[in-house]
Structure formats: C-alpha cells, structure tokens
C-alpha cells in the first residue's frame, strides 16, 4: 500500500514555457501532499506543502508565482512550473503519507530540463 | 547548527563488511524518525523507521538516543546491492509534518 504516482519522469522543455507536474496517491487520500526539489548531489529541499482545497503553503525563497501548486482533489496535486528557466532544471519530486506510522512514501520524481 | 546532520560520505566497504551510518538533529521535540535509500537519479525509499528501543530489520539494525539526539543505521554484511545514499530524515510534528532530511551519505560496497 501507500503509493504515490508522479508523471511525466522526465520531461525537456524550452526557456519560457511551463510545466505540469502530476502526483496521484493511488490507494489512500492524502489531504497534504510536499514537494521537493533536488539539485545533483544535493539533499531534497521542501519547497511547498500542497493541502486539499486550500492554498499551498510555500518554503521561504520559493516563488509561489513560479512554482503554482493546485491540490483539487483527495488524490491530486499537480506543480506547474510557469516561464520555466535553465536554473529551474531539477530532480522535482512529490510525496504523501496516509499517517506518519506509515513513513512518508515517495513519487518517482520528474526530472526536468530546461533548455 | 544544521536541523539534521550526517556522517560525511562516501563510505567505500568491502563485499560483507559492517558500516555504521550517524546522524544528529538538532530539534528536541522531533517526533518520529526514519532511514530512507535513494538510489542514483531515483526517489527516496523508506528503509525503516527507528524506534526509542531500537529496531533489527534482517541486516539493517537502526537505533535511537533521544537525550543525545542521535540515530544510527548499522548494515551487517554489506551486500552490493547496498550500495545506494542513505538519508537520516526527520519528522517535526507539532502540526508541521514536515520532514527534514540530511544531505545523505554514500555508500559504495565493493566486490
């Protein structure tokens, strides 16, 4: 139990357009949902908390213009990263728990190049 | 003071070693901990969660000392297959929920 599905796995885009990212808890309701981003040989960072119906809440230096977070659905949040830059390529994963006792399970991740 | 600090890396051990991995927080009222793998270009997977008594999962033995705010993983028989980042990750609580992670350690087990 407890999986967490993050698509696309990897994804190349051009300066200036945007992104989506999905993240789906398959088989339990997550009502907060985190997103990480992960620079190479670097630990994950929390960007933002992403909760059910209401606004993300995001980490200090992370622009909620850029990185917007919609969390619709007991089993959906999605991160779009809006006019996408070279220095925004990273390792951007998700993650859920259905309760604590269960650990934290994560997405797959996205990795993300912007060229 | 970093809120979660870890052993530096890598770690390069022999097929069948044992390797201690530490870590230590820095915030007192940390709940709930746990060891997670990540493999190269991978997400995070948990390994186990570590208990106040301690906790033996086959080869892997985790261990918690709260008064020092100390964790250790202890692999006994390093296998290749070990071979991966071990990340000592932290749960806050208070409403929070949120993990905080070490920056890892890298583990190379070699034939």
């Known amino acids: 139990g407890a999986v967490v599905s993050q698509h696309p796995s990897w994804v190349i885009c051009k300066s200036g357009t945007s992104v989506k990212i999905e993240c789906r808890s398959l088989?339990?309701?997550?009502?907060?949902m985190f997103w990480y981003r992960q620079f190479p040989k670097q630990s994950l960072m929390l960007m933002a908390t992403s909760n059910e119906g209401s606004k993300a809440t995001y980490e200090q230096g992370v622009e909620k213009d850029k990185f917007l977070i919609n969390h619709a659905s007991l089993t959906l949040s999605t991160l779009t990263v809006t006019s996408a830059h070279p220095e925004d390529s990273s390792f951007y994963i998700c993650?859920?728990?259905?309760?604590?006792?269960?650990?934290?399970?994560f997405g797959s991740g996205t990795r993300l190049t912007v060229v | 003071r970093k809120e979660v600090e870890q052993d530096p890396g890598p770690f390069n051990v022999p097929e069948g070693a044992t390797v201690a991995f530490n870590c230590t927080y820095s915030?007192?009222?940390?709940?709930?901990f746990f060891w997670y793998r990540q493999d190269c270009r991978k997400e995070p997977k948990l390994l186990m969660s570590v208990y106040s008594s301690g906790n033996e999962d086959g080869r892997f033995t985790a261990q918690l000392n709260r008064a020092s705010q100390y964790i250790s993983l202890l692999i006994r028989d390093s296998k290749l297959s070990d071979s991966a980042t071990y990340l000592c990750?932290?749960?806050?609580?208070?409403?929070?929920?949120?993990?905080?992670f070490g920056k890892g350690t890298k583990l190379s087990v070699i034939p």
């Open positions: 915030n007192s009222a940390s709940q709930s």
């Open positions: 990750v932290v749960y806050s609580g208070a409403g929070s929920y949120q993990l905080t």
């Open positions: 993650s859920a728990s259905p309760g604590i006792s269960y650990g934290y399970t």
């Open positions: 088989d339990f309701q997550a009502t907060t």
